[in-house]
């Protein structure tokens, strides 16, 4: 299979088998991921009980750099 581009949390738990399932990374499990990844994420949620938003949003706060952020008195 190709290498794709992911950009879905639920990737951090999940291995693409092919174009149609993927793999667990936690338990092995094979499922399905042809139409969405709504299966992948409930899996994760429900068995292993990690919530991917929360995880999202921890991931984003820790990668910000306040140096970065440009202010807006600067443009006016």
Same mark, same amino acid.
């Given at each position: @299979?190709?290498?794709?581009?992911? #950009?879905?949390?639920?990737?951090?738990? @999940? $291995?693409? #088998? +092919?174009?149609?399932?993927?793999?667990?990374?936690?338990?092995?499990?094979? %499922?399905?991921?042809? $139409?969405? %990844?709504?299966? %992948?994420?409930?899996?994760?949620?429900?068995?292993?009980?990690?919530?991917?938003?929360?995880?999202? +949003?921890?991931? $984003?706060?820790? $990668?910000?750099?306040?140096?970065?952020?440009?202010? %807006?008195?600067?443009?006016?």
């Amino acid at each position: @299979m190709s290498q794709q581009r992911r #950009f879905s949390a639920v990737w951090q738990y @999940m $291995t693409a #088998f +092919d174009s149609t399932y993927a793999v667990c990374d936690v338990c092995k499990k094979k %499922l399905s991921y042809k $139409t969405s %990844l709504t299966n %992948l994420k409930k899996h994760v949620t429900g068995v292993h009980g990690i919530n991917i938003a929360e995880r999202v +949003d921890q991931e $984003t706060e820790e $990668t910000i750099d306040v140096n970065d952020v440009v202010s %807006l008195s600067s443009y006016i």
